[in-house]
């Protein structure tokens, strides 16, 4: 390509698709983690009527829905959130939740800001309730 293609290339389409100071139900994100920083993008397919089990993140990120549908749900309150393709979030942080689909599989791309040997999500503890 020449100098004169460039200059005359359709202008790009720009579109922010999640930024925020808190997670998705509310909760304000406090601080990054300490350490030096590593970006990590990941892709998950999720199948069909799957409920992912209780987990936490010790980091702040991000999801964005490419195909399907996930409900995201918190443990300590039941609240939930539907995302959908093309949606995205910012997920929680240090607070016990799951994911769980519908009727077709749910592929996301997650964002975490941690540090390095930081996992990305920590299993939470079994805790007996009619909520498995």
Not at 110 to 130: F, H, K, Q
Request: hydrophobic share 30%.
């Amino acid at each position: 390509m020449s100098k004169d293609d460039h200059e005359h290339a359709p202008p790009t389409r720009d579109e922010i698709v999640s930024q925020g100071t808190c997670a998705w139900n509310g909760k304000p994100y406090d601080a990054y983690p300490p350490g030096t920083p590593e970006l990590t993008v990941k892709r998950m397919t999720i199948p069909p009527r799957t409920k992912l089990a209780w987990h936490t993140h010790p980091m702040p990120n991000a999801s964005y829905i490419l195909s399907g549908q996930l409900t995201v749900e918190d443990r300590a309150t039941g609240q939930t959130h539907v995302v959908r393709a093309g949606q995205s979030f910012n997920e929680q942080v240090g607070a016990e939740h799951r994911g769980f689909t519908g009727d077709e599989p749910c592929v996301v791309v997650i964002t975490y800001a941690g540090t390095p040997g930081m996992p990305l999500s920590v299993p939470a503890p079994d805790r007996g309730d009619a909520n498995p």
